[in-house]
Protein backbone atom coordinates (compact mmCIF):
# COMPACT_ATOMS: atom_id res chain seq x y z
CA UNK A 1 0.00 0.00 0.00
CA UNK A 2 0.84 3.27 -0.61
CA UNK A 3 0.49 5.82 1.87
CA UNK A 4 1.17 9.50 3.54
CA UNK A 5 0.41 10.04 6.55
CA UNK A 6 0.75 13.39 7.81
CA UNK A 7 1.19 14.62 11.95
CA UNK A 8 2.05 17.55 13.89
CA UNK A 9 -1.18 19.19 13.44
CA UNK A 10 -3.18 21.01 16.30
CA UNK A 11 -4.08 24.47 18.32
CA UNK A 12 -2.15 27.22 18.38
CA UNK A 13 -2.08 30.51 19.22
CA UNK A 14 -0.98 33.45 16.78
CA UNK A 15 2.91 34.04 16.57
CA UNK A 16 3.18 30.47 17.42
CA UNK A 17 5.02 27.38 15.63
CA UNK A 18 4.27 23.90 14.45
CA UNK A 19 6.37 21.31 12.13
CA UNK A 20 4.39 19.40 10.02
CA UNK A 21 5.14 15.83 9.32
CA UNK A 22 4.34 13.80 6.34
CA UNK A 23 5.77 10.47 6.39
CA UNK A 24 5.80 7.83 3.98
CA UNK A 25 5.00 4.12 3.93
CA UNK A 26 4.73 1.56 0.97
CA UNK A 27 7.48 3.24 -1.36
CA UNK A 28 10.36 5.45 -1.07
CA UNK A 29 10.42 9.27 -1.15
CA UNK A 30 13.40 9.42 -3.46
CA UNK A 31 11.91 9.91 -6.97
CA UNK A 32 9.25 12.43 -5.67
CA UNK A 33 8.75 15.95 -5.42
CA UNK A 34 6.63 16.89 -2.54
CA UNK A 35 4.01 19.21 -2.11
CA UNK A 36 2.30 20.91 0.93
CA UNK A 37 -1.61 22.22 0.31
CA UNK A 38 -3.82 23.15 2.67
CA UNK A 39 -7.58 23.71 2.21
CA UNK A 40 -9.80 26.18 4.78
CA UNK A 41 -13.23 25.98 5.30
CA UNK A 42 -15.46 27.28 2.00
CA UNK A 43 -12.11 27.66 -0.22
CA UNK A 44 -10.47 25.77 -2.02
CA UNK A 45 -7.27 23.84 -1.89
CA UNK A 46 -3.95 25.67 -2.39
CA UNK A 47 -0.56 25.30 -2.53
CA UNK A 48 1.49 26.04 0.13
CA UNK A 49 4.74 24.91 -0.17
CA UNK A 50 7.10 21.78 -2.55
CA UNK A 51 10.20 20.88 -2.22
CA UNK A 52 11.72 18.55 -5.25
CA UNK A 53 13.48 15.42 -5.27
CA UNK A 54 16.77 16.08 -4.69
CA UNK A 55 15.77 18.97 -1.92
CA UNK A 56 17.64 21.36 -4.24
CA UNK A 57 14.83 23.77 -5.28
CA UNK A 58 11.87 24.72 -3.16
CA UNK A 59 8.84 27.25 -3.74
CA UNK A 60 6.65 28.97 -1.40
CA UNK A 61 3.07 30.72 -1.81
CA UNK A 62 3.35 34.35 -0.56
CA UNK A 63 1.49 34.16 2.01
CA UNK A 64 3.90 31.86 3.78
CA UNK A 65 6.70 32.95 1.95
CA UNK A 66 9.40 33.75 4.93
CA UNK A 67 7.49 32.15 7.69
CA UNK A 68 7.23 28.72 7.09
CA UNK A 69 10.16 26.42 5.46
CA UNK A 70 9.85 22.84 3.75
CA UNK A 71 12.48 20.62 3.85
CA UNK A 72 13.04 16.46 3.51
CA UNK A 73 15.21 13.37 4.72
CA UNK A 74 14.81 11.16 2.12
CA UNK A 75 16.58 8.61 4.88
CA UNK A 76 13.61 8.84 6.80
CA UNK A 77 11.44 8.84 3.82
CA UNK A 78 9.93 12.00 5.74
CA UNK A 79 9.36 15.55 4.77
CA UNK A 80 8.84 18.46 7.03
CA UNK A 81 6.96 21.69 6.84
CA UNK A 82 8.29 24.24 9.70
CA UNK A 83 5.55 27.11 10.44
CA UNK A 84 7.01 29.87 12.12
CA UNK A 85 4.91 33.31 13.23
CA UNK A 86 1.52 31.38 12.44
CA UNK A 87 -1.55 33.23 11.75
CA UNK A 88 -5.34 33.14 12.00
CA UNK A 89 -5.10 32.78 8.77
CA UNK A 90 -3.27 29.88 8.06
CA UNK A 91 -5.90 27.98 9.56
CA UNK A 92 -6.84 24.73 7.51
CA UNK A 93 -6.41 21.00 6.67
CA UNK A 94 -3.27 20.58 4.98
CA UNK A 95 -2.14 17.98 2.90
CA UNK A 96 1.50 16.47 2.22
CA UNK A 97 1.20 15.35 -1.22
CA UNK A 98 3.94 13.53 -3.41
CA UNK A 99 4.74 14.03 -7.96
CA UNK A 100 6.53 11.19 -9.55
CA UNK A 101 8.89 13.88 -11.01
CA UNK A 102 11.44 14.34 -13.57
CA UNK A 103 14.31 15.74 -13.48
CA UNK A 104 15.54 15.83 -9.63
CA UNK A 105 14.84 19.70 -9.66
CA UNK A 106 11.10 19.76 -10.26
CA UNK A 107 8.87 21.45 -8.37
CA UNK A 108 5.07 22.40 -8.76
CA UNK A 109 2.60 23.84 -6.79
CA UNK A 110 0.04 22.24 -9.53
CA UNK A 111 -2.33 20.08 -7.30
CA UNK A 112 -3.25 18.22 -10.31
CA UNK A 113 0.43 16.68 -10.67
CA UNK A 114 -0.06 14.98 -7.64
CA UNK A 115 -0.01 11.46 -7.25
CA UNK A 116 -0.49 10.46 -3.87
CA UNK A 117 -2.10 12.37 -1.37
CA UNK A 118 -2.03 11.96 2.82
CA UNK A 119 -5.40 12.10 4.77
CA UNK A 120 -4.60 15.53 5.86
CA UNK A 121 -4.06 16.90 9.41
CA UNK A 122 -5.68 20.11 11.02
CA UNK A 123 -3.76 23.55 12.24
CA UNK A 124 -6.05 25.71 14.01
CA UNK A 125 -4.56 29.35 14.62
CA UNK A 126 -6.55 30.92 17.45
CA UNK A 127 -6.25 32.85 20.49
Known amino acids: QLQLVESGGGLVQPGGSLRLSCAASGFTLDYYAIGWFRQAPGKEREGVSCISSDGTSTDYADSVKGRFTISRDNAKNTVYLQMNSLKVEDTAVYYC????????????????????WGQGTQVTVSS
Open 97 to 116: AAMAAWPPIAVSMNRGEYHY
